[in-house]
């Protein structure tokens, strides 16, 4: 009994603690340009920030052409003072160069930009598939220029499908931030279906699949999505038919089995000999398997080096 109250009065106490605050960041850049006399946290932090912080003002004044500078320790101080400091974590630049005088720029004109960065980073379509396409979500917050702005980035490589973090990096004239951004690329792939039955250790093939394109951003990771995915693989599983294929129902199709007659050829130096062997395991290409030497009757462990070989290094 003693242990049912104490449970209910932990229980109770519990009920009545404060709520533990959400961590959150504010990521400084290094400079940025303003638009306007008061700058603002939204306008600093390249990452949202909590909606009551965003307005607070973190830099005001300046003529044109005038900077002032922003630290880590200064938004720090205007966090607690507003009672807002509570599990925030500061990452970024230690401090911030702000230059007054900018001009705000036009969201639409910097997603376009962002979206034709994007495009020349998209994987290419595979043939006979819909078209691969991107969308990109811009940060919040309103950036500015002192002058004539431009975008680029320093990535080369294709973007995998899905969701994935990309920095752009904004230039202005006198300054570089990076702009991070959200982009979702939805590629096509050939999801697998089984047409009928498939029983497990059953050898796969391309016929007794249905093939779907579907946009991978839009599936679970692990399933195969291409064709090449079955060369040389056996079901792992028992499948009904309708049931997709996953890169989990897959392993390699042993090409020796246990009880095959196998070639074995027993090499020593630059010497080679080929004599009849038995296997005592499956074996798929490349792993070792003992088997038994039909002429003298030993076992020796033997690399598989095809369907029906099997090679020994003496």
């Known amino acids: 009994m003693k242990s049912l109250v104490l449970a209910l009065s932990i229980a109770f106490a519990a009920s009545l603690a404060p709520a533990v605050a959400p961590a959150w960041v504010v990521d400084l850049p290094d400079s940025l340009s303003a638009g306007s006399g008061l700058v603002r946290l939204a ?16 830099a005001e004044g300046g003529a044109p052409g005038e900077t002032t500078m922003v630290t880590r320790q200064g938004v720090l101080r205007r966090l607690v003072v507003a009672g807002l400091a509570s599990e925030v974590q500061l990452t970024g630049a230690p401090r911030c160069i702000i230059r007054f005088g900018g001009g705000n720029l036009d969201p639409s004109a910097l997603q376009a930009e962002a ?13 006979g598939a819909p078209a691969v396409w991107a969308t990109v979500t811009m940060p919040t917050g309103t950036l500015a220029a002192a002058g004539a702005w431009s975008l680029d980035c320093e990535r080369r490589e294709a973007l995998p499908p899905g969701r994935s973090q990309l920095r752009l990096a904004l230039h202005d004239g006198w300054q570089s931030r990076d702009i991070p951004v959200t982009v979702v690329v939805h590629a096509p792939g050939e999801l697998a279906v089984a047409r009928l039955g498939v029983d497990r250790d059953q050898p796969l093939d391309q016929g007794q699949f249905e093939w779907r394109w579907t946009d991978l951003s839009e599936i679970p990771g692990g399933m195969v999505t291409t064709r090449e995915q079955l060369q040389g693989a056996s079901a792992a599983r028992t499948m009904r038919a309708g049931d997709p294929l996953r890169a989990s129902d897959l392993k390699p199709t042993p090409m020796v089995r246990a009880g095959d007659p196998v070639e074995l050829i027993v090499q020593r130096g630059n010497v080679a000999v080929s004599v009849r062997a038995m296997a ?35």
């Open 43 to 58: 306008d600093v932090s390249l990452t949202p920030v909590l909606p009551d912080a965003a307005g607070i003002v973190i």
């Open 280 to 314: 005592r395991q499956a074996g798929c290409l490349g792993q070792t398997i003992p088997v038994r030497n039909e002429l003298t009757g030993r076992l020796v462990n033997a690399r598989v080096a095809g369907p029906g070989v099997v090679e020994w290094r003496r």
């Open 115 to 127: 979206e034709r960065i994007v495009n020349g980073l998209l994987p290419p379509t595979p043939a």
